[in-house]
């Protein structure tokens, strides 16, 4: 079995060989040996650059922040450089026309352990943000954002509404109506037609209460973090035609400004987390090759819970639709309720506890209701990952599972005398015989 905590006596040799031969290095040697062992991905050959700059693109210079009220088409051939997008207005169809906006000032980025310097040439945060407050007298809604190249940011999109202070002190109370806040939060945001390669951290960022982002015919790859992140009460996002690849392989530090492999299983990322958000659709698109897996659904423990700016997770990640992809190379392609079995002890999280053992503390993660439905699992560890109640898994086929096709049951949830129970696997091509696996008492 593909082990994601814990590090086996097999696994232990080489790093015990490898410390015996870099005894005689210096720690910064060190490091570059080390780092060098992860994989990277680089995707940078997929951006198109223009042999010439078109000279009637806009004059955005470096580090500007660019407010874009109205629709435009950009030139053919144009490049911009550590340039921020901020949309202001709802009602926009922003055509890029092919251009790259790039974070850094290479075409590529550093490696592990090469540090941007001067901090000047560190990669600009976001390359397009749509961002309303909730006293917005208008919210941010039917915004295109299409045939675009971005490469090397730290986001590439991020879609957010702003949360006063007060307004976080009501969510931590329990005083404030999520719903009130969902319907003035940015809606029906477009990315049609774009490539978002190489991020420093995620692709694109959904924030909470935002609802009916979609994303089609687009590629994320290599990025940092997940590709895509629907944070708590963000909904009906529709994902649709897209390919995800190489993503979640690595971290940076905005503090040193240097890139790190993620060196356990635990850190690796997915390619979409969809964390306390419902109602999304997953469909038609391509997963392949990247660090953790392919759709990872959970209800965080609200996390780093004595931070004031933190808010509660209030519901789990229920009623998605995971439709007609394809998972290849993955770990775990589909994992329900991925924090079910984790420990969490050093995450500070402001949820009721379920268990503990020896230091280490447990949470109940909820994912529920959840449809996984014609879609193809090829040379995975697992295609399916179930660890809450109530989810159909339908029609797949699987081919060549390194583990088992699905997988059912959670190890604390059988410790709390309430074992995974109620879901429905039915239709199914798989792999092999013995193809599920039931544990921990589930049924």
Same mark, same amino acid.
């Given at each position: 079995?593909?082990?994601?905590?814990?590090?086996?006596?097999?696994?232990?040799?080489?790093?015990?060989?490898?410390?015996?031969?870099?005894?005689?290095?210096?720690?910064?040697?060190?490091?570059?040996?080390?780092?060098?062992?992860?994989?990277?991905?680089?995707?940078?050959?997929?951006?198109?650059?223009?042999?010439?700059?078109?000279?009637?693109?806009?004059?955005?210079?470096?580090?500007?922040?660019?407010?874009?009220?109205?629709?435009?088409?950009?030139?053919?051939?144009?490049?911009?450089?550590?340039?921020?997008?901020?949309?202001?207005?709802?009602?926009?169809?922003?055509?890029?026309?092919?251009?790259?906006?790039?974070?850094?000032?290479?075409?590529?980025?550093?490696?592990?352990?090469?540090?941007?310097?001067?901090?000047?040439?560190?990669?600009?945060?976001?390359?397009?943000?749509?961002?309303?407050?909730?006293?917005?007298?208008?919210?941010?809604?039917?915004?295109?954002?299409?045939?675009?190249?971005?490469?090397?940011?730290?986001?590439?999109?991020?879609?957010?509404?702003?949360?006063?202070?007060?307004?976080?002190?009501?969510?931590?109370?329990?005083?404030?109506?999520?719903?009130?806040?969902?319907?003035?939060?940015?809606?029906?945001?477009?990315?049609?037609?774009?490539?978002?390669?190489?991020?420093?951290?995620?692709?694109?960022?959904?924030?909470?209460?935002?609802?009916?982002?979609?994303?089609?015919?687009?590629?994320?790859?290599?990025?940092?973090?997940?590709?895509?992140?629907?944070?708590?009460?963000?909904?009906?996002?529709?994902?649709?035609?897209?390919?995800?690849?190489?993503? @979640?392989? !690595?971290? #940076?530090?905005? %503090? =040193?400004? +240097?890139?790190?492999?993620? &060196?356990? /299983?635990?850190?690796?990322?997915?390619?979409?987390?969809?964390?306390?958000?419902?109602?999304?659709?997953?469909?038609?698109?391509?997963?392949?090759?990247?660090?953790?897996?392919?759709?990872?659904?959970?209800?965080?423990?609200?996390?780093?819970?004595?931070?004031?700016?933190?808010?509660?997770?209030?519901?789990?990640?229920?009623?998605?639709?995971?439709? @007609?992809? !394809?998972? #290849?190379?993955? %770990? =775990?392609? +589909?994992?329900?309720?991925? &924090?079910? /079995?984790?420990?969490?002890?050093?995450?500070?999280?402001?949820?009721?506890?379920?268990?503990?053992?020896?230091?280490?503390?447990?949470?109940?993660?909820?994912?529920?209701?959840?449809?996984?439905?014609?879609?193809?699992?090829?040379?995975?560890?697992?295609?399916?990952?179930?660890?809450?109640?109530?989810?159909?898994?339908?029609?797949?086929?699987?081919?060549?599972?390194?583990? #088992?096709?699905?997988?059912?049951?959670?190890?604390?949830?059988?410790?709390?005398?309430?074992?995974?129970?109620?879901?429905?696997?039915?239709?199914?091509?798989?792999?092999?015989?013995?193809?599920?696996?039931?544990?921990?008492?589930?049924?």
């Amino acid at each position: 079995m593909h082990a994601r905590n814990g590090l086996s006596f097999k696994g232990l040799m080489p790093a015990l060989i490898l410390a015996t031969l870099l005894s005689g290095c210096d720690d910064e040697n060190v490091q570059e040996v080390v780092d060098g062992l992860f994989e990277d991905k680089d995707y940078s050959s997929e951006i198109t650059w223009p042999a010439r700059t078109n000279s009637a693109c806009p004059d955005w210079g470096r580090r500007e922040t660019v407010t874009v009220s109205e629709s435009m088409q950009l030139p053919q051939n144009c490049v911009f450089e550590q340039v921020t997008v901020l949309i202001n207005r709802p009602d926009v169809d922003f055509d890029c026309n092919g251009a790259v906006f790039n974070g850094i000032i290479d075409k590529v980025r550093h490696e592990y352990g090469d540090s941007y310097r001067p901090p000047e040439t560190a990669p600009q945060g976001v390359a397009f943000r749509i961002r309303n407050s909730e006293t917005a007298a208008t919210p941010l809604r039917n915004i295109t954002i299409r045939n675009c190249q971005i490469t090397n940011y730290i986001h590439g999109v991020d879609v957010a509404l702003g949360l006063s202070a007060a307004t976080r002190r009501g969510l931590r109370a329990g005083s404030v109506n999520e719903d009130s806040l969902r319907a003035v939060a940015p809606t029906n945001i477009q990315v049609l037609s774009s490539k978002i390669l190489n991020t420093h951290g995620t692709g694109i960022y959904i924030y909470p209460y935002v609802t009916g982002f979609q994303l089609r015919n687009s590629r994320i790859k290599g990025t940092d973090g997940p590709g895509l992140y629907l944070d708590a009460g963000t909904r009906d996002a529709v994902i649709q035609k897209s390919v995800f690849m190489g993503n @979640g392989f !690595s971290t #940076y530090d905005t %503090t =040193r400004l +240097v890139r790190s492999p993620r &060196r356990s /299983d635990d850190a690796k990322r997915e390619a979409i987390a969809i964390d306390a958000s419902s109602g999304n659709q997953i469909l038609n698109s391509t997963f392949r090759d990247n660090a953790d897996g392919g759709i990872y659904l959970y209800k965080n423990c609200w996390e780093h819970a004595a931070n004031a700016n933190q808010i509660p997770r209030t519901e789990g990640a229920n009623s998605n639709l995971i439709q @007609g992809n !394809s998972f #290849y190379n993955e %770990t =775990r392609a +589909v994992w329900l309720a991925e &924090r079910a /079995d984790r420990d969490l002890h050093a995450w500070g999280c402001g949820d009721p506890m379920v268990y503990q053992h020896d230091g280490a503390k447990y949470y109940r993660d909820y994912a529920q209701d959840n449809v996984v439905a014609d879609n193809r699992f090829e040379n995975v560890h697992v295609g399916v990952q179930i660890m809450d109640n109530n989810n159909t898994v339908r029609d797949n086929v699987f081919v060549q599972s390194k583990d #088992y096709d699905i997988e059912v049951g959670s190890r604390i949830r059988e410790y709390t005398h309430d074992p995974v129970a109620g879901n429905t696997i039915l239709n199914n091509t798989f792999s092999g015989t013995n193809a599920i696996h039931y544990q921990f008492g589930a049924q």
